[in-house]
């Protein structure tokens, strides 16, 4: 298959990149390659919503300084400025695509607040704000004849100057397009395409206990690498403070964060508040704090959860806000309005990732990426609340100019070998692969995650090399399967956050390492 954009990735911001690339270029022809079918993207999942200065109270210089507050001192100031300046152009663009955001009596827009926000600036819909986004852009894209839209195709790995001269040459290496499993017929396309764009979001599921859905693996994160792109600040992984704690789920179910922004509180199995004990701004600190406070408050008291307390908020207005949650937590015996609510922190953001410059280039020629599998610059040493839908709006934009840009200049290559599957056996036992997808994830949560520590980083290494030399035999000697690359990516993302972790050296936002302090 030949094209000229080449779409890893179904979430904002691949999907915001290609109705602008298509629309702006309806004679070029754009590839969209999905793994999963039109629900399964983190946007999806988005609860709050989309951080957007619209009040006269407020204005881009508080959203600028919550937001650099909130990184502890590694945002890119100028990264952060520009995201934020962009944020009314994005809210136009949504709403003109046919996105509904909730509005007041007043008719302007309802402004939810979360955490390390000192303003009310999240625009949302009601707690479904993700799959509203994502329905929007879908129908949009249904409307393009320039775009080839494949799902449950997985991709397997980029192409690159190693699979044309087999030799590892940085200053050399640009991405051609990618072999792509089709999961219906088994078989390894190549799609040779002059630009190719990593928008396949993030990584949860290398920890098990998580917010994110089966499919973030972090597969563009790993594949990327794997040709040599630089990767940033993986160490900074963000845990949500509330996932509703219910063992039987993966992915955990979010509380949002909103809910704290409208009133509910924390509190331990005795009914007392602790948050004041951790920060002045209490539930509504930023999330690195809330997540650590609770992590704290669990080890002291020896419990498995801490709860929400929501019981004293306006019923009406709860409900109308959050009936997605509302209903959630009735659907499992819990009355929000009588109950506490059971929540834990989960794995929920990677904050840095593939390392790209304004306009979403990697140090990769001809590789892109843009929304959670990239490092920009904007959340430093951890993302502020509802930050991330915009950067990956404006990301989107911002590559999308680039590259109708430079497609122009850029020839499609020809000599291109097809996939060499030098597996053979087939199929192989799953076993094999979930064993050590368990192990896995034990090891990252226990190892490496809220708290972490020299001696916990040095036993995830080892651990974890074990794990990499088993699954790169199996790799080598079996066919191709979605489940056993995957692993492979998790395992490679694991790496990466382990490695990071052990050369950081100064704890930060996110980072917290017990022999640093
Ligand atoms: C939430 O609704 O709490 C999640 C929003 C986000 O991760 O930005």
């Given at each position: 298959m030949k094209t000229d954009f080449l779409v890893i990735g179904a979430g904002i911001a691949g999907l915001t990149y290609v109705i602008k690339v298509a629309e702006k270029l309806p004679n070029k022809q754009?590839?969209?390659?999905?793994?999963?079918?039109?629900?399964?993207?983190?946007?999806?999942?988005?609860?709050?919503?989309?951080?957007i200065v619209q009040n006269n109270t407020d204005s881009f210089e508080k959203h600028v300084q919550d937001t650099l507050k909130a990184g502890d001192g590694l945002c890119e100031e100028d990264i952060v400025r520009t995201v934020i300046s962009e944020g009314p152009n994005c809210l136009a663009e949504m709403v003109e695509w046919g996105v509904k955001f909730d509005k007041n009596q007043l008719g302007d827009y309802d402004l939810g607040k979360e955490g390390g926000h000192s303003e009310n600036r999240v625009v949302h819909h009601k707690d479904f704000t993700g799959a509203e986004i994502s329905?929007?852009?879908?129908?949009r894209l249904k409307q393009l004849t320039n775009v080839t839209y494949l799902e449950h195709h997985f991709v397997v790995d980029l192409i690159s100057g190693h699979h044309l001269k087999n030799k590892l040459s940085k200053s050399q290496t640009t991405c051609y397009g990618a072999y792509v499993l089709n999961e219906q017929t088994n078989e390894i396309i190549t799609i040779r395409s002059k630009i190719t764009i990593l928008a396949s979001?993030?990584?949860?599921?290398?920890?098990?206990?998580?917010?994110?859905?089966?499919i973030a693996t972090g597969d563009g994160i790993a594949m990327a690498y794997r040709i040599g792109a630089e990767?940033?600040?993986?160490?900074?992984i963000q845990f949500h403070p509330t996932a509703l704690y219910y063992q039987v789920e993966s992915p955990a179910f979010l509380i949002s964060e909103a809910v704290r922004g409208f009133g509910a509180k924390l509190v331990n199995k005795n009914g007392e508040k602790f948050m004041s004990k951790y920060d002045n701004r209490e539930e509504l600190a930023s999330r690195d704090i809330v997540a650590k406070a609770i992590d704290s408050e669990l080890k002291l008291i020896g419990q498995e959860?801490?709860?929400?307390?929501?019981?004293?908020?306006?019923?009406?207005k709860f409900k109308s806000h959050f009936p997605k949650i509302t209903d959630k937590c009735k659907s499992i015996g819990i009355d929000v309005f009588k109950d506490f609510i059971p929540v834990v922190p989960a794995a929920h953001y990677i904050c840095g990732g593939i390392s790209v410059d304004r306009d979403g280039q990697t140090s990769i020629k001809n590789l892109f990426a843009i929304g959670e599998c990239s490092r920009t610059g904007l959340h430093g040493a951890n993302r502020l609340a509802s930050n991330s839908l915009l950067e990956a709006f404006v990301y989107a934009d911002k590559c999308a100019d680039k590259t109708t840009e430079l497609i122009f200049k850029i020839k499609q290559l020809q000599n291109i070998p097809n996939w060499n599957s030098k597996g053979t056996t087939n199929p192989i036992e799953l076993i094999l692969i979930s064993h050590n997808l368990k192990e896995l994830q034990g090891l990252m949560k226990d190892y490496v995650g809220i708290v972490r520590s020299n001696e916990r980083l040095e036993r995830a290494r080892i651990r974890l090399d074990l794990l990499y030399k088993e699954t790169e035999k199996l790799y080598k000697k079996t066919t191709i399967s979605p489940q056993l690359c995957e692993l492979r990516n998790m395992i490679t993302v694991a790496y990466l956050i382990v490695t990071h972790s052990q050369k950081r050296k100064e704890n930060k936002g996110g980072f917290y390492n017990t022999d640093l302090v």
């Open positions: 754009i590839v969209v390659v999905t793994k999963g079918g039109e629900t399964d993207s983190n946007t999806n999942y988005a609860q709050g919503g989309v951080a329905r929007a852009l879908h129908l979001g993030g990584a949860g599921q290398v920890y098990g206990h998580t917010t994110n859905p089966k990767v940033k600040e993986i160490e900074f959860y801490v709860y929400l307390d929501c019981t004293q908020l306006d019923r009406i």
